[in-house]
């Protein structure tokens, strides 16, 4: 990790985030992260390898950052996410069909899922779940986020590289 003062995560992570690994893992990684984020994309991967590589010694956290005047899916995307319990398989299939996100999209691809997708496109129309995005949205500017992917590991911004190796090293280290 950097030498200077990171900046710290204000919303400590609990039951309210979407986490995948054990609760008392030794190191946890927190992304601030937009769906329509290109970056975001190319962060996805890499990611899931790190998550591979630490296995039960991580737990990871996903909260949305929209940028909406830069991706003007990507609240929409992030609300179609949070329905009806299926985040982690509708946040994959987000990521791995970034260009394609606009609402028809978003309801076949919660049909795909097994969602029931006309529910899915009455909610995404009522604004269902747009407080809780917004909610994740206010954690991050609070903790100092101002663009995506934006990590924290254990609590502290992380602004180093975050290609697999980078990003590895710097979570074991944390985890001793």
Known sequence: MSKRAAAALTLPVGERDHTQGPADAPVTLVEYGDYECPHCGRAY?????????????LRFVFRNFPLRESHPHAEHAAEAAGAQGKFWEMHDRL?????????????????????????????????????????????????????TPTFFINGSRYDESWEVEALVAALEDAAR
């Open 45 to 57: 991967p890499i990611v899931k390898e790190v998550r591979r590589r630490l296995g039960r010694r």
């Open 95 to 147: 990521f791995e069909r970034q260009f394609a996100l606009d609402d028809d999209y978003l309801i076949e691809y919660a049909a795909d899922l097994g969602l029931d997708a006309a529910r899915v496109g009455k909610e995404l129309a009522a604004g269902t779940y747009a407080p809780r995005v917004r909610e994740d949205f206010r954690s991050g500017v609070t903790s100092g986020v101002n663009g």
